[in-house]
């Protein structure tokens, strides 16, 4: 019995190598099809947001930290200034720059060094995802799931492209799986400090890119979730100590990231309304990416081009068969992606961009299509590893 279990425990040893092995060529194949020819483009640019984002990050090294600039919330824009900093302070040192003025000059004649810096931020924040949902993964399902999830986002398209630009929605995508990750904790475990530190997430998410205030709904869903797990009353969750800590660190952590939207409330506001008369059902909209019914939009074009048809399929399936197994951890990984797809979809105007955010669930749930039927139709661990693998492989290149 104890020999049966300790080449039980070996064998679940190797797997464990096997998949960490593995998770780090995935990460390693996703910084390099990043990294890759990052300098596209350049020195002209050809995405106005891009130009945007950092055009003003360099801008608050000459004005000061309040950019008076609400149209996109600044966390993102203080990363890019702090590395900006950086940049200058080694050109400084190795006499390129004589004062911290002449960046300026660089910017204008010569933006280069300022966009790759954008895009090596936005890149790494791209790679940073892999590992993340594995991790991900691995808690909610299982290792093979996670690493399958990873195998379908490392090589997706669309995830590849936005992460070789300096803009917020990948960051964006990696703060959203972090926080998730924090809140199925708190879900599950009901840890004051898995609440606090999904709040505070959650908050930061929110900070880089208005979208994430989507995010709010896992503290009142974790909340019910442990009150029912408890016998308490629902209700009674949601006047919680842990809904009551979320929320405020919620509301810290986006301030940490956009620390100047108190003081300008007024402005704040105002650029707010701005964004939502911009991109709403009725809004002005923007010339050329108007669409009606973007829901069948996005299902037919953007998620196809994205993942691939085949891992979009995958992925619906999944989720169709999370819903079908009711369990209430189920519910709650499917909330944000159901949510702020129909969310995105009410926008007047569409964007590829604007799905990333939901491309890790959808990775994750093929990942536990393809699982749940291969392991229905094959009995065999080692085959249908095998075959899960070699399936997913097949996905990714189809």
């Known amino acids: 019995m104890r020999l049966e279990q300790k080449s039980s425990s070996e064998k679940r040893l190797k797997y464990r190598h096997l998949f960490q092995l593995g998770l780090g060529i995935l990460t390693l194949l996703g910084l390099a099809i990043r990294f890759w020819k990052m300098d596209h483009g350049l020195p002209h640019f050809f ?34 200034l702090f590395l900006d900093g950086i940049f200058i302070l080694i050109g400084m040192g190795t006499g390129v720059f004589n004062q911290p003025s002449d960046a300026w000059k660089l910017y204008l004649t010569d933006p280069t060094p300022f966009y790759l810096i954008g895009r090596y931020t936005s890149a790494v924040f791209g790679i940073l995802t892999i590992p993340l949902l594995y991790l991900i993964g691995k808690k909610v399902f299982n290792e093979k799931v996670g690493l399958v999830g990873s195998l379908f986002l490392a090589f997706s398209l669309l995830h590849v492209q936005w992460s070789q630009l300096g803009y917020n929605d990948v960051p964006l995508t990696f703060f959203v799986s972090l926080a998730f990750l924090f809140s199925f904790l708190a879900a599950r475990e009901g840890a004051l400090r898995y609440f606090v530190i999904s709040g505070f997430v959650s908050g930061l998410t929110a900070s880089t890119k208005y979208q994430g205030f989507v995010t709010l709904l896992w503290g ?69 990416y108007e669409g009606n019914w973007n829901w069948g939009y996005y299902l037919a074009t953007t998620l196809p081009y994205g993942l691939g048809l085949a891992v979009e399929i995958c992925g619906i399936l999944g989720m169709i068969l999370l819903v079908i197994r009711g369990k209430k951890e189920n519910l709650f990984f499917i909330s944000f992606p159901l949510v702020y797809f129909f969310v995105i979809g009410l926008a007047r105007i569409r964007g590829s961009k604007y799905l990333l955010a939901i491309f890790p669930f959808l990775c994750l749930a093929a990942a536990y299509f393809l699982f749940t039927v291969i392991s229905q139709v094959i009995k065999s661990q080692t085959k249908r590893t095998s075959v899960i693998f070699f399936l997913a492989g097949f996905l990714v290149v189809s």
Do not use: C
């Open 220 to 288: 009142p869903l974790a909340s019910i979730l442990v009150a029912l797990k408890n016998g308490e009353n629902p209700v009674k969750g949601l006047l919680s100590k842990r809904h009551f800590s979320f929320l405020i660190f919620f509301v810290l952590g986006f301030t940490v990231g956009t620390p100047f939207w108190f003081l300008e409330f007024q402005q704040f506001t105002s650029h707010l309304l701005w964004n939502w008369t911009n991109i709403k059902t009725f809004g002005v909209g923007q010339l050329g």
């Open 47 to 80: 995405y106005s947001d891009e130009g945007i984002f950092i055009y003003q990050a360099l801008n608050m090294g000459g004005q000061g930290l309040n950019s008076h600039y609400f149209l996109h919330p600044t966390l993102f824009l203080y990363l890019l």
